[in-house]
């Protein structure tokens, strides 16, 4: 499946769609690398609509002058070829003046959550070798354990799901261990349903998921690091995750009538965990206890 090959080399869902664009657009227009280098600085942005994973790019209309099309031209012919090619990964719709709307598909989302829940990083996530953003060194210490705080929690729910058979852990592991909570390969999450949906459907594990895609794709994407500002990033996942988990349970009649929709959601906190402990240690400088 091309969604699996693509996954592979790209951790970042914004990385993954420049690249489709631009396969795309090589084979319908004479854009060249340096020239779409310089559109995509601006052209692609993930929409605020947290109810789905959808993306939003104007190349079309950037296009539309130097090439003596109109962008609903352009952009009708990158929705046909993206549909006849990536149809498993993305849906594509077009919206005048020549908007391409990308929506990911709930069966990507779950290869592309097993992915990260899995531990892995592509070929765009240089994330284990950056250095400290050094522009926020300057934390707000009530900041810093709020995040250390929602890490720790995450810590705890994870042994506990191994502990009542939720989920298998190769060991319970310390917490300088930079794999912890990481699951066996053989003990994939059921991310879908039987008609294929996720089974996340709340509103508040549709935030938390959209927090997932915006982080991972700041940390691959961002063309200089110092301009984002990792503890604000670090606190609106946590927030997110709060939320999740002040509407959401994965104990008690969820795990017994629902044990599917209790790993999903312990999917999300095995993901959360990954990047709070990233964020705190490789961008924030700090510990990311397992306990407090």
């Given at each position: 499946?091309?969604?699996?090959?693509?996954?592979?080399?790209?951790?970042?869902?914004?990385?993954?769609?420049?690249?489709?664009?631009?396969?795309?657009?090589?084979?319908?227009?004479?854009?060249?690398?340096?020239?779409?280098?310089?559109?995509?600085?601006?052209?692609?942005?993930?929409?605020?609509?947290?109810?789905?994973?959808?993306?939003?790019?104007?190349?079309?209309?950037?296009?539309?002058?130097?090439?003596?099309?109109?962008?609903?031209?352009?952009?009708?012919?990158?929705?046909?070829?993206?549909?006849?090619?990536?149809?498993?990964?993305c849906q594509v719709k077009i919206v005048p003046p020549g908007w391409i709307y990308l929506e990911l598909t709930p069966p990507f989302l779950a290869t592309w959550l097993q992915h990260l829940v899995m531990g892995c990083l592509g070929q765009d996530g240089k994330m284990g070798t950056e250095k400290i953003n050094s522009k926020f060194k300057d934390h707000n210490p009530a900041n810093i354990f709020v995040v250390q705080y929602s890490h720790a929690r995450c810590c705890s729910l994870i042994l506990l799901?191994?502990?009542?058979?939720?989920?298998?852990?190769?060991?319970?592991?310390?917490?300088?261990?930079?794999?912890?909570?990481?699951?066996?390969?053989?003990?994939?999450?059921?991310?879908?349903?039987?008609?294929?949906?996720?089974?996340?459907?709340?509103?508040?594990?549709?935030?938390?998921?959209?927090?997932?895609?915006?982080?991972?794709?700041?940390?691959?994407?961002?063309?200089?690091?110092?301009?984002?500002?990792?503890?604000?990033?670090?606190?609106?996942?946590?927030?997110?995750?709060?939320?999740?988990?002040?509407?959401?349970?994965?104990?008690?009649?969820?795990?017994?009538?629902?044990?599917?929709?209790?790993?999903?959601?312990?999917?999300?906190?095995?993901?959360?965990?990954?990047?709070?402990?990233?964020?705190?240690?490789?961008?924030?400088?700090?510990?990311?206890?397992?306990?407090?």
């Amino acid at each position: 499946m091309q969604s699996q090959l693509i996954i592979s080399n790209y951790s970042s869902i914004k990385q993954l769609i420049y690249v489709l664009l631009f396969n795309t657009l090589s084979e319908i227009t004479q854009v060249e690398k340096k020239q779409f280098i310089e559109f995509k600085k601006n052209h692609l942005y993930k929409d605020r609509d947290n109810s789905k994973i959808l993306y939003i790019s104007g190349v079309a209309q950037q296009l539309s002058k130097s090439h003596n099309c109109t962008a609903m031209d352009i952009a009708d012919s990158i929705r046909s070829k993206l549909s006849a090619t990536s149809g498993d990964v993305c849906q594509v719709k077009i919206v005048p003046p020549g908007w391409i709307y990308l929506e990911l598909t709930p069966p990507f989302l779950a290869t592309w959550l097993q992915h990260l829940v899995m531990g892995c990083l592509g070929q765009d996530g240089k994330m284990g070798t950056e250095k400290i953003n050094s522009k926020f060194k300057d934390h707000n210490p009530a900041n810093i354990f709020v995040v250390q705080y929602s890490h720790a929690r995450c810590c705890s729910l994870i042994l506990l799901g191994h502990r009542e058979g939720l989920i298998k852990l190769r060991e319970p592991l310390p917490d300088n261990h930079p794999a912890f909570g990481q699951l066996l390969p053989q003990q994939p999450i059921p991310w879908l349903n039987h008609d294929k949906q996720l089974w996340l459907n709340l509103s508040t594990e549709k935030d938390l998921l959209a927090q997932l895609v915006q982080v991972v794709d700041n940390l691959a994407c961002a063309s200089n690091s110092d301009a984002i500002n990792w503890q604000k990033a670090a606190l609106k996942l946590s927030q997110a995750l709060e939320n999740f988990w002040c509407q959401c349970r994965i104990w008690g009649d969820v795990k017994i009538y629902s044990p599917e929709l209790a790993q999903a959601r312990l999917g999300l906190v095995i993901i959360t965990q990954h990047l709070l402990r990233f964020l705190l240690v490789e961008k924030l400088g700090v510990t990311a206890p397992w306990e407090l």
